[in-house]
């Protein structure tokens, strides 16, 4: 076949982190703490919760990440590709049968365009 992918050898990029992906030592110490951040944040309601149930996490662009990439099934390595601004709003629901939905990343409208930065 003459498609684009035949035609230039395939996928445009190695996934991240590819083969050579080496962790940072934040993710030797802080990784854990995250991790169990994600396990005691994201999970179903229990079977016996009548009433919708909303956390704000308040917290650095790179756990955010993380969690993004976390509760989407993705790898977490995959937060390398994402960038946020200081301040922004992410949402992230789980229906009551696990379904999780993604309905905002970095969202950063409610800031006049000149107080927006990014670390």
């Known amino acids: 076949s003459s498609g684009i992918n035949a ?3 395939g996928h445009p990029i190695h996934a991240v982190p590819y083969s050579k992906f080496k962790p940072d030592s934040w993710e030797f110490t802080d990784g854990a703490r995250i991790e169990a951040a994600f396990r005691k944040y994201f999970q179903r309601a229990h079977y016996s919760q009548k ?3 909303h956390e704000i996490i308040v ?3 790179n756990v955010i990440r993380y969690l993004i990439c976390r509760a989407s099934q993705n790898p977490p390595e995959g937060w390398l590709r994402m960038s946020l601004a200081n301040g922004s709003i992410t949402e992230i629901g789980i229906d009551p ?3 999780v939905f993604i309905s905002g990343i970095g969202d950063k409208g409610h800031m006049p365009a000149d107080m927006v930065t990014f670390t």
């Open 59 to 61: 917290c650095h662009a």
């Open 97 to 99: 049968n696990g379904k």
């Open 7 to 9: 035609e230039y050898g």
């Open 51 to 53: 009433e919708e149930s």
